[in-house]
């Protein structure tokens, strides 16, 4: 059965930084093509950023280059989100997914975690 589970959400100030996990289970992350997306309320679903774990580029969406950035870890199966600088206009429920297909499409992900809810406040 696949898992996957966010931690680090949280409440921060503007300018503050968080640091989101993604631990999987059932799959191994390498194989898998995998994406940050967050929800705001009343506003669609979106990417945040997408990578192939093997591959040294990422896609990271305009609003959040320069100040949120992926790394992995392999031995942990956990991918891991950075994010500094943060803003009123982060705040959402972010969600680690995995497609079997490079994309950053939310509708192409194969599986989900539960999400984990971040909150920026001015």
């Known amino acids: 059965q696949v898992q996957l589970v966010e931690s680090g959400g949280g409440l921060v100030q503007a300018g503050g930084s968080l640091r989101l996990s993604c631990a999987a289970s059932?799959?191994?992350?390498?194989?898998?093509?995998g994406g940050w997306f967050r929800q705001a309320p009343g506003k669609e679903r979106e990417v945040v950023a997408a990578?192939?774990?093997?591959?040294?580029?990422?896609y990271y969406a305009d609003s959040v280059k320069g100040r949120f950035t992926i790394s992995r870890d392999t031995v942990k199966n956990t991918v891991y989100l950075q994010m500094n600088s943060l803003k009123p206009e982060d705040t959402a429920v972010y969600y680690c997914?995995?497609?079997?297909?490079?994309?950053?499409?939310?509708?192409?992900?194969?599986?989900w975690g539960q999400g984990t809810q971040v909150t920026v406040s001015s």
């Open positions: 997914a995995a497609a079997r297909k490079a994309t950053t499409k939310n509708d192409e992900y194969d599986y």
């Open positions: 990578h192939h774990w093997l591959a040294s580029n990422i």
């Open positions: 059932g799959l191994t992350f390498s194989t898998f093509f």
